[in-house]
């Protein structure tokens, strides 16, 4: 009864692949990722100098075009609507900030007449999105 | 002959591959150290919020506001006087030395362009004008 008897082989996982196969995975999840991006509108940003940089997980975007369009989430809504959906954005996240991407040929009024409605649900810390380097040499 | 049977017999060259993830790999950290995702740059302004009452408004002496003025053409007016986009910092500037409790009302006709009001917040930002009021002029 020899039960002590050795069978053991020298057994190796071959590992020289292993790189291809990270590489491979690395490669399938750059392809298939999908970053969550809002169209909103096309807008020219005005230009300015000054900038400050926010937190992009505190921003909510609102999209105005030249015609006067708002979108909000990719939706397009009425100036009446805003307090209903930055009110329950606010009570979510009391520290929203909400951005203006707004173009530069927009009527200011557009913009006043929303500003107005955030006002009213308390979203006070706004943000003028602007472009450094548009219309270079042209303050406006 | 002799020659020629030698050189035949010799292997093919192999291309050696075991440093190729060595290169790949430092490709990868060094997109990954130099990427930058282009970030947001605006401009930041605190609304007034709503007001229960009148006990909120902060009164201001006439004499510490400067009013600049935006009217329904993009005319600029600062406090009735006609100004340049581009002389408004140097202005505004001037007047904060003189007087460091100034408030800055920006008014702005709804006519006016949104451009050119970013343009007069940016000029004031840089003036460092950071008792600003934003009000949009009746029609």
Same mark, same amino acid.
């Given at each position: 009864m020899d039960f002590g008897r050795s069978t053991r082989k020298d057994t190796f996982i071959p590992t020289s692949s292993m790189g291809d196969i990270a590489f491979l995975l690395l490669i399938f999840f750059m392809v298939t990722t999908i970053f969550r991006e809002e169209t909103g509108l096309p807008v020219e940003l005005p230009r300015a100098e000054a900038g400050e940089e926010v937190n992009r997980e505190l921003v909510s975007n609102i999209y105005i075009n030249k015609f006067g369009q708002i979108s909000v989430d990719d939706r397009l809504v009425q100036v009446k609507h805003i307090t209903d959906i930055f009110g329950k954005k606010i009570s979510d996240n009391p520290q929203l900030i909400v951005a203006f991407k707004t +173009?530069?040929?927009? +009527?200011f009024g557009t913009v006043s007449e929303v500003m107005e409605e955030l006002k009213e649900v308390n979203a006070v810390r706004v943000f003028f999105n602007n472009d450094v380097e548009s219309n270079p040499g042209k303050k406006y | 002959m002799a020659i020629m049977k030698k050189k035949k017999k010799e292997p093919l060259g192999e291309l050696r591959m075991d440093s190729t993830a060595d290169v790949a790999f430092l490709l990868l950290i060094f997109f990954i150290v130099t990427t930058i995702f282009a970030a947001e740059q605006g401009l930041t302004l605190v609304l007034p919020g709503k007001?229960?009452?009148?006990?909120?408004t902060a009164k201001v002496k006439q004499s510490n506001i400067a009013t600049l003025y935006v009217d329904e053409n993009n005319f600029i007016t600062l406090d009735r006087k006609s100004i340049e986009i581009n002389h408004i910092k140097q202005a505004i500037s001037d007047r904060l030395l003189a007087n460091p409790k100034l408030v800055v009302v920006l008014k702005i006709h709804p006519d006016a362009d949104y451009g050119l009001m970013v343009a007069c917040l940016d000029e004031l930002r840089l003036a460092n004008a950071n008792k600003v009021s934003l009000k949009t002029a009746e029609e």
């Open positions: +173009d530069t040929n927009t +009527d | 007001q229960k009452d009148n006990t909120d």
